[in-house]
């Protein structure tokens, strides 16, 4: 079992930047894949931004030059540092763990994040 624990989401302005964290427990050691999705009201799950092992990461293009996803290993914590953001970036983010980027089957309880005009 693998708990995910995400923390800060907020409220910010257009242009402004948040960091997420989200701190993996549990039996994490062949969990590869860390990454990011986010859902909007009314719109499906969509995948964010993911990283695998030493591998370089994955963007969503609507992210691209925006936002960065990192981990420290030695604290089984990724982040996705956020910035510039829009008000189409405002959704409920979830952390996600898995062996490989195709199988994400580990899943944070989600944070809001809210970004005004």
């Known amino acids: 079992q693998v708990h995910l624990a995400e923390s800060g989401g907020g409220l910010v302005q257009a242009g402004g930047s948040l960091r997420l964290s989200c701190a993996a427990s549990g039996r994490i050691e062949f969990m590869f894949a860390l990454g990011w999705f986010r859902q909007a009201p009314g719109k499906k799950r969509e995948i964010v931004a993911a990283t695998y092992s030493g591998d370089r990461p994955i963007y969503a293009d609507s992210v691209k030059g925006r936002f960065t996803i990192s981990r420290d290993n030695a604290k089984n914590t990724v982040y996705l540092q956020m910035n510039s953001l829009k008000p189409e970036d405002t959704a409920v983010y979830y952390c996600?763990?898995?062996?490989?980027?195709?199988?994400?089957?580990?899943w944070g309880q989600g944070t809001q994040v809210t970004v005004s005009s």
């Open positions: 996600a763990a898995g062996p490989d980027l195709a199988g994400f089957n580990s």
